[in-house]
C-alpha cells in the first residue's frame, strides 16, 4: 500500500492532467488563494502530488497564457470597435445626406367637378342631391429643409472615439509655473522654498544636508534665470 503511495507521488503527469491542474490553479488564485493552499487542493484532488515549487510554475504559465490571450484578443476587439464605429458613421452620413434633401408630402382634396368650386374647399353636405360631383385628389408639396446638425455631432463623435482606439491624440502637457501660482495665491515663493530647504536640513544627517541645501539653492538661482542673477549680483554689490 505504502509502495502504491510512493508510487502515484512520483509519477508524472500526463498532458490532460496538467491541463485540468492550470484550470484549477487560475480558478484558486482568481479568488485570492495562496500558493500553499492551492498546492494542498491540487494533492488532494489527484492520485499524484506536486510541490510548491510546481505549482508556482504552472502559476507562470497561466500568467504567460494570459497575456498572450490578451493581446490577441486585444487587436481583434479593437479592430472589432473601429467596424462597429465605421458602421455607425456611415449611418450618420446617410441621415445627413437625407436630411438635406426637400421634404415630399402626398396631400389629399376634395373636388366639386360640377364647373362651380375647383379649389377643394367644399362645405359639408354641398354637392350631394344637386347633380355635381366630388372627387378627391392628390397633389404633391416640396418643402426646401436644412441638414441636420445632430448627425454631423454624431460623425464628430464618431472621429473623436476612432482617434481615442487608435491612440491617434498627442499626449496632454501641463506647464505648471510654481511660483506664479504661489503669488497669485498670495504667498511669497521664496518662503516656501526656504521652508522645504530647512525641512530637509532638520531631518537629513549633517553632511548629507548641507549638499542637499547647496543643490537645491543652486537649483533656485537656475530657475530665476538672468532676471535673478542680476539680483544676487546687486545684493553683493550692497553688501
Known amino acids: 500500500m505504502n509502495k502504491d503511495k510512493a508510487l502515484a507521488s512520483n ?8 491541463e485540468l491542474d492550470l484550470t484549477m490553479v487560475a480558478q484558486l488564485y482568481i ?3 495562496a500558493l500553499s493552499k492551492i498546492t494542498e487542493q491540487i494533492n488532494d484532488n489527484r492520485a499524484y502530488k ?7 510554475d504552472d502559476l507562470y504559465e497561466i500568467r504567460k497564457r494570459w497575456l498572450d490571450s490578451y493581446l490577441g484578443d486585444f487587436d481583434e476587439h479593437r479592430a472589432k470597435e473601429l467596424a462597429r464605429l465605421d458602421e455607425l458613421e456611415h449611418a450618420y452620413w446617410n441621415e445627413y445626406e437625407l436630411s438635406k434633401k426637400p421634404l415630399t408630402e402626398t396631400l389629399e382634396e376634395k373636388v366639386k367637378v360640377d364647373g362651380a368650386a375647383r379649389d377643394g374647399s367644399l362645405a359639408a353636405g354641398e354637392g350631394v342631391g344637386t347633380g355635381s360631383s366630388v372627387k378627391q385628389r392628390a397633389r ?5 429643409r436644412d441638414a441636420n446638425l445632430e448627425t454631423l455631432r454624431g ?3 464618431c472621429i473623436e472615439l476612432r482617434c481615442r482606439v487608435l491612440g491617434l491624440h498627442a499626449p496632454t502637457t501641463l506647464n505648471i509655473n510654481w511660483r506664479k501660482q504661489a503669488q497669485q495665491a498670495g504667498y511669497d515663493p521664496e518662503e516656501i522654498l526656504e521652508g522645504i ?8 544627517p549633517p553632511q548629507e544636508a548641507i549638499q ?6 543652486a537649483g533656485n538661482q537656475g530657475d530665476h534665470g538672468d532676471q535673478g542673477n542680476h539680483g544676487d549680483q546687486g545684493n553683493h554689490g550692497g553688501g
Request: no cysteine; hydrophobic share 30%.
Open 31 to 33: 479568488r485570492g488563494t
Open 50 to 56: 506536486m510541490s510548491l515549487s510546481q505549482i508556482t
Open 212 to 217: 542637499s541645501g547647496l543643490a537645491l539653492m
Open 197 to 204: 530647504v530647512q525641512d530637509l536640513v532638520d531631518k537629513m
Open 140 to 144: 404633391r408639396k416640396t418643402t426646401e
Open 155 to 157: 460623425i464628430e463623435r
Open 11 to 18: 509519477r508524472k503527469r500526463t498532458r490532460g492532467e496538467r
